[in-house]
């Protein structure tokens, strides 16, 4: 299993890009394979991005995730393309439906349909990454155009998939799934079968497995774990993350985070990974310096 880094909380907390891309260069240094933005406000992760490919050699890029609703599949093509272009061929693109609530809340859309929504969605966009053209029409989604881009390999597309038709989809039509706060029982019983069963069906290899968690290493399980919850309070609403949950048989949130001593995230970590975790990209979470550098320091000797 792979150790990346998701910054997510860069972005959220309206991080300067030059210190967003010192963060990720300083995960570069010290051997991580990847590192993550979510699109979470009005900051654009792709932009972001492509300035920290400028700011880095080695380390993979990738969107953990950027919502549908609010970009027309090609124009998220293109995007995609550029900053693969810019970061040397080092980016991945992971997407996301986002939730009823906040899509009919900020656009006024009903929130139908969401498996059509994506498959035409990717109907459009992985033609496009892959050849620079498509010809599609759908019922939510068309799209028939040629594109002309700076010279850049296609990248890899992953969907957030949680439910059983999400996966099969993201099985037979992407290269695999971006995960967040999904534990390794799930990962193990629900994901990577649905998925790669779906994959094999159609005839591709085994789906990569990408899994976010908060992860904090320290004496106070019990207040760092509160911490989280309070956090993370609104996930137990949204009914996709809430069955999740019930089938991990956590009661919220801050129960699949990764918390404790040295020995006992190591070993929740170790559980990921036999799961059929492909790639972990941890969302660091600290009270303070110690618990900071604890968790950091635990992650490096994992690489």
């Known amino acids: 299993m ?16 030059d210190d967003i891309a010192r963060h990720a260069a300083e995960a570069e240094e010290q ?5 993550w933005l979510n699109q979470t406000s009005g900051t654009d992760a792709l932009t972001v991005l492509a300035v ?16 549908t609703w609010a970009r027309h599949p090609e124009m998220l093509a293109g995007q995609s393309l550029t900053v693969q272009a810019a970061s040397g061929n080092r980016f991945q693109l992971g997407v996301g439906l986002a939730h009823q609530p ?6 006024k859309i009903p929130f139908e349909k969401p498996v059509r929504h994506m498959r035409e969605y990717l109907s459009i966009l992985v033609p496009l990454i ?22 850049a390999d296609p990248c890899p597309v992953l969907v957030a998939a949680l ?11 992407a290269a695999g799934t971006v995960l967040w706060l999904v534990g390794p029982r799930t990962v193990a019983e629900h994901i990577a079968p649905t998925i ?9 290899p085994a789906r990569r497995i990408v899994a976010s968690l908060p992860i904090c290493v320290t004496d106070d399980v019990q207040g760092m774990r509160g911490t989280i919850g309070e956090i993370l309070a609104g996930y137990n609403d949204l009914p996709s993350y809430r069955a999740m949950l019930d089938r991990e048989g956590a009661e919220g949130p801050a129960d699949v985070a990764i918390v404790g001593d040295e020995a006992k995230v190591n070993a929740e970590l170790d559980r990921l990974a036999e799961a059929g975790t492909t790639e972990f990209a941890a969302v660091e979470v600290a009270r303070g310096e110690e618990e900071q550098q604890r968790t950091r320091e ?3 000797a994992r690489l």
């Open 52 to 67: 920290v490919g400028h700011e880095t050699e080695r380390i993979g890029l990738g969107t953990a995730v950027v919502h």
């Open 31 to 35: 051997g991580f394979a990847s590192y």
């Open 2 to 17: 792979r150790i990346g880094i998701n910054g997510s909380s860069q972005v959220l907390f309206g991080v300067a890009i």
């Open 102 to 107: 906040s899509v009919e809340g900020r656009y």
């Open 298 to 300: 635990l992650l490096r």
């Open 163 to 173: 439910g059983p038709q999400m996966l099969r989809l993201a099985g037979r039509m």
């Open 196 to 204: 790669n069963g779906a994959a094999e069906e159609a005839g591709r």
């Open 130 to 151: 892959e050849k620079r053209s498509v010809d599609f029409e759908g019922e939510i989604w068309s799209c028939a155009t040629d594109f002309t881009v700076p010279p």
